[in-house]
């Protein structure tokens, strides 16, 4: 794992040097209720039948108890609340949005405070449109690739017990083997949970490049093995217990993932 220093100095200088892009979507959340619904999709019927991947500990669901806009910010809120959902009971709820808006390349900004709470396993990802994934927003409109050959790109994840790590990863299947790859990288970064930072991705036909406050911290060719040159969509998640997200306290009752803004912008 590596550790990311990031230096007023060198902010300045990513700063002073970055071209300003064209947005082509977002949503700032200047406005108060839930989330815009013309910008979100809440996902809430599991891929799996009856529970969600990765042995989540959550049902996610549309309601104003986990996900709403006030004082400029989304939150996502994750909450010890029992929820049964075609017979299967889970002990905590949660939000999952995906965007109504897909894109082949540019670059995805995403400023966001995350939760300090063990157990909780917060991320800001993208999937390949052509999925269809059951209950998510786009179905079989745009393919039927399924999973990993629809391509995932974890622009950030976050373990229940390593607050201050950031995970970034590729989940993708070879373009002619099929083949499962997982690829990524892990950093050390500053305080994530008292302090707003910008999490992003860079995407070409050349390049998929993961950035922690304008700092890129992992760069993989983009390749024709790789599956990455299809309309993708963007998700925001907490998710709770599973594979990175680990135990959870007994005396746990709620966290919040919290999102300044959403941009996405031509390169």
């Known amino acids: 794992m590596k550790k990311l220093i990031l230096t007023p100095i060198l902010l300045l200088i990513v700063g002073c040097n970055s071209t300003p892009n064209k947005i082509i979507w977002s949503d700032e959340f200047d406005y108060t209720g839930r989330p815009d619904p013309s910008k979100w999709h809440h996902q809430v019927i599991p891929p799996n039948s009856y529970g969600w991947h990765n ?4 049902h996610y669901i549309d309601s104003e108890s986990t996900s709403y806009v006030s004082n400029g910010t989304l939150k996502i809120n994750a909450l010890r609340q029992a929820y049964t959902y075609e017979g299967d ?3 905590f709820v949660s939000a999952r949005l995906n965007s109504k808006f897909d894109f082949k390349y540019g670059r995805i900004d995403v400023r966001a405070k995350l939760p300090r709470e063990e157990g909780t396993w917060p991320a800001i990802w993208t999937l390949g449109s052509n999925v269809n994934e059951k209950g998510n927003f786009y179905g079989d409109s745009k393919g039927n690739a399924g999973w990993p050959m629809c391509g995932e790109i974890d622009i950030m994840e976050q ?12 989940h993708w299947g070879h373009t002619e083997t099929k083949e499962y790859f997982d690829e990524g990288e892990s950093i050390e970064i500053p305080n994530s949970y008292d302090d707003f930072h910008i999490y992003s991705l860079e995407w070409t036909p050349n390049e998929i490049i993961l950035l922690f406050d304008n700092e890129p911290f992992y760069v993989v060719p983009n390749d024709e093995k790789r599956p990455y040159d299809n309309p993708h969509y963007l998700l925001l998640n907490l998710a709770m217990g599973g594979t990175l997200g680990g135990l959870v306290s007994d005396e746990f009752k709620e966290a919040t993932m919290e999102v300044d803004y959403v941009r996405i912008s031509k390169l």
């Open 89 to 91: 009971t889970k002990e």
């Open 55 to 58: 042995n989540e500990l959550q």
């Open 159 to 170: 373990t229940g017990w390593e607050k201050n790590v950031l995970k970034g990863h590729l």
